[in-house]
T-cell receptor, first 110, second 116 residues
Framework: GENVEQHPSTLSVQEGDSAVIKCTYS??????FPWYKQELGKRPQLIID?????GEKKDQRIAVTLNKTAKHFSLHITETQPEDSAVYFC?????????FGTGTRLQVFP | ETGVTQTPRHLVMGMTNKKSLKCEQH?????MYWYKQSAKKPLELMFV???????ENNSVPSRFSPECPNSSHLFLHLHTLQPEDSALYLC???????????????FGDGTRLSIL
């Protein structure tokens, strides 16, 4: 079955710097890769997603890149702000189920 | 966003108690999910319902019993739980379980469950 690995588990950056979170997946059938943000005590919320027929997608300060050959995808956050502090989860979908990574706790220091 | 509502938000129970978690979605979705979220672990899918029919049960112990009376409501009945069952239980819904339109899953705020 699908296995999604996510790194790093924690990431600390200075406000204004960029943050990059990486995920790898094992099942080449995965064709949809969402990223969720979960603030402390709150629900996971979708922030960006990418389909396997696209290599990159951008939404303001957030971008996701996908390398199907290497089976990895990454979340890029530029000009980080304290409100970006949260746990970020990647996921892959090989069939009708989302398989999540273990999460990355991002801390942005002012 | 209040599309997916879960109650209660917090629950403390003994190992011999019976309780139920409730989830309600107002998004007109046809698929609903229960996930378990433990510290330093990926979100674990427990159950999937599509059009009120259970389509997935990821080898969850029988002390967890789901119920989906209609497409808007999902319950998780709990009995004789163990301390390791303490976790955040998240409900989610999506347009359909296949996600062909890539409609994302919408999550509730979760129920923080503590087993004494």
């Amino acid at each position: 079955g699908e296995n999604v690995e996510q790194h790093p588990s924690t990431l600390s950056v200075q406000e204004g710097d960029s943050a990059v979170i990486k995920c790898t997946y094992s099942d080449s059938a995965s064709n949809y890769f969402p990223w969720y943000k979960q603030e402390l005590g709150k629900r996971p919320q979708l922030i960006i997603d990418i389909r396997s027929n696209v290599g990159e997608k951008k939404d303001q300060r957030i971008a996701v890149t996908l390398n199907k050959t290497a089976k990895h995808f990454s979340l890029h956050i530029t000009e980080t702000q304290p409100e970006d502090s949260a746990v970020y989860f990647c996921a892959g979908r090989p069939d009708d189920k989302l398989i999540f990574g273990t999460g990355t706790r991002l801390q942005v220091f002012p | 966003e209040t599309g997916v509502t879960q109650t209660p938000r917090h629950l403390v129970m003994g190992m011999t108690n019976k309780k139920s978690l409730k989830c309600e979605q107002h998004l007109g979705h046809n698929a609903m999910y229960w996930y378990k979220q433990s510290a330093k672990k990926p979100l674990e899918l427990m159950f999937v319902y599509s059009l009120e029919e259970r389509v997935e049960n990821n080898s969850v112990p029988s002390r967890f019993s789901p119920e989906c009376p209609n497409s808007s409501h999902l319950f998780l009945h709990l009995h004789t739980l163990q301390p390791e069952d303490s976790a955040l239980y998240l409900c989610a819904s999506s347009q359909d379980r296949w996600g062909n339109s890539n409609q994302p899953q919408h999550f509730g705020d979760g129920t923080r469950l503590s087993i004494l």
